[in-house]
C-alpha cells in the first residue's frame, strides 16, 4: 500500500524562510562581482542595480592638444570626440564648471576673443579661433551625457598588474597556513585530554576556554604585543616577524579550537577508548591512532574557521608585521591600491572577489566535513 506523504504548513514556512535567507545572502554578493565588472565613470554614480540601465552623468574632458589644431577658412580648429569612440549621447553641455548643462547639442558658444565652441550629440567638438591656439594646455568641455552599460575587466586588470600584489600574496600564505595548522594541532591535544583523562581542575580550565572565547581580540592586542615585544628583547628577536603573528593567531583561535574538538573527542564512543587501554595502549598511542582519524570532520570544519579568520585579517597583520612592502599581506597591499581618501570604489569591488578565491577553493574542500564538525558533541 502506497501512502502519500502531506507536507505540513510549518514545512513550507521552513522552505521559504531558508529560501529567503540564501536570497539576502546572495544578494550583496551578486551586487558586488557587479559592480566589479562595471565601468568606474558609471560606478561612481549609480548603483549596481542600475547596470543595465542607460545612465546619465556630468563629466568634464579636456580638448586635444593645441599642436592638433587645423586651419580651414581662415579659423583654426581644435577637433574630437568626447567619448573617444565609446558609446554615448551630450544632452547639454558648458564652457565652465558653473553652468556645466548651459547650452543644447548644436549650439555655437561664443567664448573670449572670438572663440568658438560647438559640441553635437555624437560627442563631436569644434573649437574655433580667429588667432592661433597658443600653449600646451588644452580647454576644457563640461557635460551632460547618456551611456548605456559598459562593462569591463579594466578593474581586474588594475589590480592584478598592481606592484607588489604578487609577493604579498605569497606573505598572506606564509602567514594563514602555518596560522591554521599550529592552533589545531595544540588544540587536538588540549582537547583529548579535556575530554578524556582525568586530572586535577579539568571543569575549570574548561570553564576558563569557555569563558576566553568572549574575550574581544581588540582589547587584547596591546598587552600581548607589549608581552612579545619584551620576551623578543630578551633573546634578541626583531618584533615584525612572522612568528608573532604566527603565536597570536594561534592564541586568538586556541578557545574556538579547543572547545569545538572536545566537544567532538568527547562524543567518541567510549568502548572504543575503553578497548584499547585494555590492550595496553598508552594516551598518546590512542589519540595517534583512534582519535585523530575519527575526528577529522572537526578539525576541517575548523580549518575552514581559522584559514578564514586569518586570510581576511588586516588589523593583526598590521600590528604584528607592520607596513612595509616586505611583510605587507594581501589584505594591506590591496588597502594600499584604494588612494589615500578610500574613494577608488571599482579597485575595491575587484580586489574583493580576487582575494576571495583561495578561501573558497578551500572552504569547498573541506565544507563536506564542515556539517559534521558543527554538530559534535550536540547528540549522542
Known sequence: MITSSKRTPLTYLVHATVL???IMWTIPTAGLFISSIRDKDQLSVSGWWTALSTSTQQLVTRANDPSTQTLEGGLYLIQGNIFDGAPGEVTKFGSSSLKPDAFDVGTKVELKRGQTLQVMKNGDYT????????GSRSSRIFYTAE???RFTLDN??????AEGLGQSFINSLTVTIPATIIPILV???AAYALAWMSFPGRALLLAAVVGLLVVPLQMSLIPLLKSY???GEFFGVGSKTYVGIWLAHTGFGLPLAIYLLRNYIAGLPSEIIESARVDGASDFDIFRKIVLPLSFPAL????IFQFLWVWNDLLIAMVFL???????VLTGQLRELLGSRGGNWEILTASAFITIIIPVCVFFGLQRYLVRGLLAGSVK
Open 229 to 231: 615585544n619584551l620576551i
Open 20 to 22: 529567503f535567507l540564501v
Open 322 to 328: 607592520g607596513n612595509d612592502a616586505e611583510h605587507l
Open 187 to 189: 588544540a587536538a591535544f
Open 127 to 134: 573649437f574655433a579661433s580667429p588667432t592661433e591656439w597658443k
Open 147 to 149: 551611456t548605456p552599460p
Open 156 to 161: 581586474y586588470r588594475e589590480v592584478l598588474s
Open 300 to 303: 576541517a570544519s575548523f580549518a
